[in-house]
């Protein structure tokens, strides 16, 4: 397996502040994109603004992104981009800003882009230099090449075929700080989902697998966080950002599998979180695995068994209640993927599905 992680990683304190001169290296002017205002809230555009205007770079700052950001949006940013003459790009928040700078510094590079060569598979996959600073613990977009956007015209989510991998990731602790218990909830299901699903993606190996235990082993430190049952420190903000970076290292290798695939039609239909759209798809998606993987991943992860597994769930993610027709709606489009019921280490056809997807 050719093992794809052209990303620099620095997972440290101050991370932003320590690297402002490799930061500014990537050239004379950035465009910044964010959300609306967590960015800003946790204090890491302050810190990349306060390295660039001490570096002597220019900016300009797109804060428009939504949460599942759409074709739409990034269209938006891409033609602020143009009109600053930008060179390189930052992205800053959690997985929509992150996938969204990727999906603008790929259009950024064509000298007449259009929305459609987002989909375009025949274009290179080339792009102006990507910065990422995340601020949740979740997607583990700041080292991988995917992102995914919202196509209204097809209602649902959908990653562009092209791979555009930042630089460098700036991970810091420091900026989970500012986000609400919910949030980290959220987004930490989202890295325990992608760690899973890749553990029994059939694209999976030694060295994958290697990755995804150990940021199970780090996740499970902060179970307790997550849970409500004591307040975190420090030392667990960074665990969490360090478990999604492991999580998102293995699905750069492996992509994601059903969980992900069901919960985008609920995210889109319901407006439920990414996390918790997966996350609730995760007990019954073990229970397919071999009894060898699910006791292996679920040991990783600090679970006795697939109840304990089931009952933290719940607490979790309480009184979540898809209606009938949104379930079909998500089983209806995944069964219809080939590639996705053949992407698992266990076998899959729609009977499975309807079991995962507790129809």
């Known amino acids: 397996m050719t093992y794809y992680m052209p ?4 997972d440290e304190a101050e991370a932003v502040k ?8 990537f050239g004379k002017k950035a465009l910044i994109i964010t959300g609306r205002a967590s960015a800003a809230k946790s204090g890491a555009l302050q810190d990349v603004t306060d390295v660039l205007e001490k570096k002597g770079r220019a900016y300009c700052i797109f804060n428009e992104v939504e949460e599942n950001p759409s074709v739409e949006t990034i269209m938006k940013a891409v033609r602020k981009g143009k009109d600053e003459y930008v060179d390189f790009v930052i992205g800053i928040g959690g997985g929509s800003p992150l996938d ?23 274009l290179p996959s080339d792009a102006l230099p990507v910065i990422a600073v995340p601020t949740t613990c979740g997607t583990g977009s700041e080292v991988t090449g995917v992102s995914v956007l919202t196509v209204h015209t097809k209602r649902t989510k959908i990653s562009i075929p092209h791979r555009i991998f930042p630089k460098i990731a700036l991970i810091d602790g420091k900026y989970l700080k500012s986000a609400s218990h919910r949030m980290i909830v959220n987004t930490a299901a989202d890295a325990l989902a992608h760690m899973i699903e890749s553990y029994e993606s059939k694209k999976a190996d030694d060295y994958s697998r290697a990755v995804v235990l150990e940021g199970l082993k780090i996740w499970s430190r902060s179970k307790d966080i997550l849970a409500g049952e004591k307040e975190p420190s420090d030392e667990d903000y960074a665990n969490l ?5 492991f999580a998102g290292i293995a699905i ?8 992900h695939a ?10 439920m979180p990414h996390g918790m759209a997966c996350g609730i798809f995760l007990p019954s998606y073990l229970k397919e695995a071999s009894e060898e993987d699910r006791k292996t991943i679920l040991n990783a992860a600090g679970f006795k068994n697939i109840r304990e597994f089931e009952k933290y769930i719940k607490i979790l993610f309480p009184d979540v209640n898809v209606p009938a027709e949104t379930m079909q709606r998500a ?29």
């Open 100 to 122: 969204a700078a990727k999906a603008a510094a790929f259009l950024l590079k064509l000298e007449d882009p259009k929305a459609a060569d987002l989909y375009d598979n025949l």
């Open 7 to 10: 990303v620099k990683v620095y």
């Open 18 to 25: 320590n690297h402002g001169a490799e930061i500014a290296s």
């Open 252 to 259: 750069a290798q492996t992509g994601t599998s059903l969980p």
């Open 331 to 359: 089983y209806d489009i995944v069964s219809a993927n080939k590639v996705r019921l053949k992407g698992c280490r266990f076998a899959v056809d729609k009977e499975v599905l309807k079991r995962i997807a507790g129809l």
């Open 262 to 271: 069901l919960s985008y039609i609920l995210t889109y239909d319901l407006k």
């Open 241 to 245: 950002m360090r478990a999604s970076t």
